[in-house]
């Protein structure tokens, strides 16, 4: 995850839920803890408590689902504060919007999740000292204006590109400390004109991360359908699997991304593959409530009664009350009934097809 993601995925969950009763940590070894002991717990309200709200913008809510609803499903093998480095970047200009946290960092607490019995994977979250405590910063979003405006800075970063590849072409495969090639960082920057750069090199466009994500992966979980062609049009793999066993059909499926996921399926994704827990893109559908995902991936031969490593059915996912965060059931329930009524109609031949 590059730190531009970190912060804002930090800061986004901030604006999900209000500040809890919790004393705020008054240390970062106390801030530690009670992560440890959360994710432990499962426990994404507590998690969520941890991060410093102020300010924070509705536009940033639907970034951080993915991965506040994730860290507690994984092995953690250790946790660890570390010092700051000393040329760490918290303020970030991505077209014409300046992102920075709202809690000074002063250190990084560096968590190694269980990959495979061999391997961990590293993630390391900002953490910041307040007032009343220390925090997980929350993302501030700044729109620059004058001189700085979208557009001009959105050619100025074109052009300053365009220069360091000429000069350095080597450099338009290199990964960051994630993995990320700059064809994956741009999109997961959404910068589209990048991408276009970056595309008439001879990039590897399937390359993936250090999850296993591919450019593909990461703009079909952000919707961004313009970039979807662009891929696909260089013939990106549209079955392309992740360490998760995520295929690009399963990031839409979870973040609800609609257009997203018929561009793919148009492009002959593949609507039953399994990730490695046996889940398909139905399953995550179903299970969000995202009813028109769920019709979608219905009409294009979803297999209804398939069943994941625990015998749950995508219906069995969509009447499931307990495997979504507690603040996400109040807004998830009304399409998680719509899609089993879809799903049952399906069973009986009735839904459309």
């Given at each position: 995850?590059?730190?531009?993601?970190q912060?804002?995925c930090?800061g986004?969950v901030?604006?999900l839920?209000?500040a809890?009763a919790?004393e705020?940590p008054?240390s970062?070894e106390?801030?530690?803890d009670?992560?440890?002991s959360a994710?432990?717990?499962?426990?994404?309200n507590?998690?969520?408590?941890l991060?410093n709200?102020?300010?924070?913008?509705?536009?940033m809510?639907?970034?951080?689902?993915?991965?506040?609803?994730d860290m507690p499903?994984?092995e953690i093998a250790s946790?660890?504060?570390l010092p700051?480095p000393e040329?760490?970047?918290?303020?970030y200009?991505?077209?014409?919007?300046r992102?920075?946290?709202?809690v000074p960092p002063v250190g990084?607490i560096d968590?190694?999740?269980?990959k495979?019995?061999?391997?961990?994977?590293?993630m390391?979250?900002?953490?910041?000292?307040s007032r009343?405590?220390?925090?997980i910063p929350?993302t501030?979003?700044?729109k620059?204006?004058?001189?700085g405006?979208?557009?001009?800075l959105a050619?100025a970063?074109l052009?300053?590109a365009?220069?360091a590849?000429?000069?350095?072409p080597?450099s338009?495969s290199?990964?960051d400390?994630y993995?990320?090639?700059p064809?994956n960082q741009?999109?997961?920057k959404?910068d589209?004109?990048?991408?276009?750069?970056l595309?008439t090199?001879?990039?590897?466009?399937n390359a993936?991360?250090n999850s296993?994500?591919?450019?593909?992966?990461?703009a079909a979980?952000?919707?961004q359908?313009e970039?979807?062609?662009?891929?696909?049009?260089?013939?990106?793999?549209?079955d392309?699997?992740?360490?998760a066993?995520?295929?690009p059909?399963?990031?839409?499926?979870y973040?609800g991304?609609?257009e997203?996921?018929a561009?793919?399926?148009?492009n002959?994704?593949e609507?039953n593959a399994?990730?490695?827990?046996?889940?398909?893109?139905?399953?995550?559908?179903?299970l969000?409530g995202?009813?028109e995902?769920v019709?979608?991936?219905?009409?294009?031969?979803a297999?209804?009664?398939?069943?994941?490593?625990?015998?749950?059915?995508?219906?069995?996912?969509?009447?499931?009350?307990n495997?979504?965060?507690k603040?996400l059931?109040?807004?998830?329930?009304?399409?998680?009934?719509?899609?089993?009524?879809?799903l049952?109609?399906?069973?009986?031949?009735?839904a459309?097809k």
């Amino acid at each position: 995850m590059n730190p531009l993601k970190q912060i804002i995925c930090a800061g986004m969950v901030a604006a999900l839920m209000p500040a809890f009763a919790a004393e705020t940590p008054n240390s970062a070894e106390q801030l530690l803890d009670r992560l440890q002991s959360a994710i432990k717990a499962k426990d994404t309200n507590a998690l969520v408590a941890l991060v410093n709200c102020q300010g924070i913008s509705d536009r940033m809510k639907s970034l951080i689902l993915p991965m506040m609803a994730d860290m507690p499903n994984h092995e953690i093998a250790s946790m660890k504060l570390l010092p700051l480095p000393e040329k760490y970047q918290s303020t970030y200009e991505v077209n014409g919007i300046r992102y920075r946290p709202n809690v000074p960092p002063v250190g990084l607490i560096d968590v190694q999740f269980v990959k495979s019995e061999n391997a961990v994977q590293s993630m390391q979250v900002p953490y910041g000292k307040s007032r009343d405590g220390f925090w997980i910063p929350g993302t501030l979003e700044e729109k620059i204006t004058g001189a700085g405006s979208t557009e001009a800075l959105a050619r100025a970063k074109l052009e300053k590109a365009k220069a360091a590849f000429q000069a350095q072409p080597e450099s338009v495969s290199q990964k960051d400390e994630y993995g990320r090639t700059p064809l994956n960082q741009a999109v997961c920057k959404g910068d589209k004109d990048i991408v276009e750069l970056l595309l008439t090199y001879n990039v590897d466009i399937n390359a993936g991360d250090n999850s296993g994500r591919t450019a593909l992966h990461w703009a079909a979980d952000t919707g961004q359908v313009e970039v979807m062609k662009l891929l696909l049009a260089k013939k990106a793999s549209v079955d392309a699997k992740s360490n998760a066993g995520w295929t690009p059909l399963h990031e839409a499926a979870y973040m609800g991304k609609t257009e997203a996921a018929a561009l793919l399926l148009a492009n002959q994704a593949e609507v039953n593959a399994k990730a490695n827990n046996g889940q398909t893109s139905l399953h995550l559908a179903a299970l969000h409530g995202y009813t028109e995902m769920v019709a979608l991936l219905i009409a294009n031969k979803a297999e209804i009664n398939v069943q994941d490593d625990k015998k749950q059915t995508p219906l069995g996912a969509a009447l499931d009350t307990n495997s979504l965060p507690k603040y996400l059931l109040p807004t998830a329930l009304p399409g998680k009934k719509s899609a089993a009524d879809l799903l049952r109609q399906a069973e009986t031949g009735s839904a459309p097809k």
